[in-house]
Nanobody, 122 residues
Framework: QVRLVESGGGSVQAGGSLRLSCATSGYTIISLCMAWFRQAPGNQRERVAF???????NYADSVKGRFTISQDNAKNTLYLQMDSLKPEDTAVYYC????????????????WGQGTQVTVSS
């Protein structure tokens, strides 16, 4: 079973930074397809960023240039560095994982962490 535990959320003023972490267990992170999602009140959950098996990264337009996704394979931990935060970034942030089916594909089942709250004040 894949287990994900997020940490690092909190409250910050606009323009500030936070770094989220997602510790994985049950499977090594290199055998997982990893991503960050967020969900604001009244909104659908949206994918913020994901990282591929070869280390390539992809970002939602709303966070491009401000957020950086990375992972430490030795620590089995996924990160999301969030800079130049805006009030509209306020949401619960979730780490997600799917078991890797191949170099560029993932199985359908998604595992979720419990989420961590990020609040950005103006």
């Amino acid at each position: 079973q894949v287990r994900l535990v997020e940490s690092g959320g909190g409250s910050v003023q606009a323009g500030g930074s936070l770094r989220l972490s997602c510790a994985t267990s049950g499977y090594t992170i290199i055998s997982l397809c990893m991503a960050w999602f967020r969900q604001a009140p009244g909104n659908q959950r949206e994918r913020v960023a994901f990282i591929t098996g070869d280390g390539s990264t992809n970002y939602a337009d709303s966070v491009k240039g401000r957020f950086t996704i990375s992972q430490d394979n030795a620590k089995n931990t996924l990160y999301l560095q969030m800079d130049s935060l805006k009030p509209e970034d306020t949401a619960v942030y979730y780490c997600s994982a799917q078991k890797r089916a191949g170099p560029t594909s993932c199985y359908a089942q998604v595992y979720w962490g419990q989420g961590t709250q990020v609040t950005v004040s103006s």
